[in-house]
């Protein structure tokens, strides 16, 4: 089974999923997950309950991720 990798284009912003090539390229079939990706990020920071802080390799904080409910 080939490993999947998700990234955002940083043209665009849109997240893509699919499986890449040796060279660091795209192989075909890539999928746009933009709304699915930003859905599961909002319902899992929504049951972790506080600010996601998502570090670099270093271990400084890189990014907070804060998700708040609109609609109940």
Avoid: N
Wanted: hydrophobic residues 45%; aromatic residues 6%.
């Amino acid at each position: 089974m080939k490993k999947l990798h998700i990234a955002a284009s940083p043209l665009t912003g849109t997240i893509f999923a699919g499986t890449v090539l040796k060279s660091g390229t795209w192989a075909t079939g890539k999928q746009d997950l933009t709304i699915d990706a930003l859905v599961a990020v909002a319902e899992h920071g929504l049951k972790f309950g506080k600010p996601i802080e998502i570090s670099a390799p270093d271990g400084k904080p890189e990014y907070r991720i804060t998700v708040e409910r609109l609609v109940v």
